[in-house]
């Protein structure tokens, strides 16, 4: 069984358009989190949200936003997109911060604005 | 915030060998420091992790030591094998953190060769 599931696996878009990622997980996990991981590898979180709060990285522009219809999915929205927003972006789960700290993620998507 | 530095970029050893990744945070109240591995590809998977109240932590090849004091920790693996081959992550999380949030380091290419 998938754990995390995201879709779509790859995007190609031109720039301007908005787009959305869509995440899922069947853990049963609390908290669920975005990550942008750029061409040189480097991991950055941008969202961690539970079904009380969002915390958002200050360095996340407001062009994107997470939006949870229910307690296992957490969908990524992309508003403008920018040449610089090429990415592959991961979607994670994990229980809450006092339990088990393992998160798990998804096989993330890979996203190309031409 | 907090910050993770990680050396080396990347790494070389030849089959059998050992392997040694060194991570340095910068917030003396981070708690909870994993280790992530990403094959080509693929998605992060947690390989170990470590609580700021324990120094070292073995799981089979893979260990992990924790200098809080220093605030620096490092990956070790022995007897290193083809398919540990990847790119390695370390990540700190503040204790302080409401959303779990990790922070982790610019990644260890490692390459075993055979």
């Known amino acids: 069984d998938t754990a995390v599931s995201q879709t779509p696996k790859y995007l190609v878009t031109q720039m301007g358009n908005d787009k959305s990622i869509k995440c899922e997980q069947n853990l049963g996990h609390d908290t669920m989190y975005w990550y942008k991981q750029d061409s040189k590898k480097f991991l950055k979180i941008m969202f961690s949200y539970n079904n009380k709060e969002l915390i958002i990285n200050e360095t996340v522009p407001n062009r994107f936003s997470p939006k949870s219809p229910d307690k296992a999915h957490l969908n990524l929205h992309i508003n403008s997109l920018e040449l610089g927003d090429s990415a592959v972006y991961f979607c994670?789960?994990?229980?809450?911060?006092?339990?088990?700290?393992?998160?798990?993620f998804g096989p993330g998507t890979r996203l190309t604005v031409l | 915030g907090e910050n993770v530095e990680q050396h080396p970029s990347t790494l070389s050893v030849q089959e059998g060998d050992s392997a040694v990744i060194k991570c340095t945070y910068s917030?003396?109240?981070?708690?909870?420091f994993p280790w992530y591995k990403q094959e080509l590809g693929k998605r992060p998977q947690l390989i170990i992790d470590i609580r700021s109240n324990v120094g070292e932590k073995k799981d089979q090849r893979i260990a992990v030591t924790l200098n809080k004091t220093a605030k620096h920790f490092s990956l070790h693996i022995t007897e290193t094998q083809p398919e540990d081959s990847a790119v390695y992550f370390c990540a700190a999380r503040e204790a302080n953190n409401a959303g779990n949030m990790l922070t982790f380091g610019g990644g260890t290419r490692l390459m075993v060769k055979p």
């Open positions: 917030d003396s109240a981070s708690n909870y």
């Open positions: 994670a789960s994990s229980l809450p911060s006092l339990a088990r700290n393992e998160q798990f």
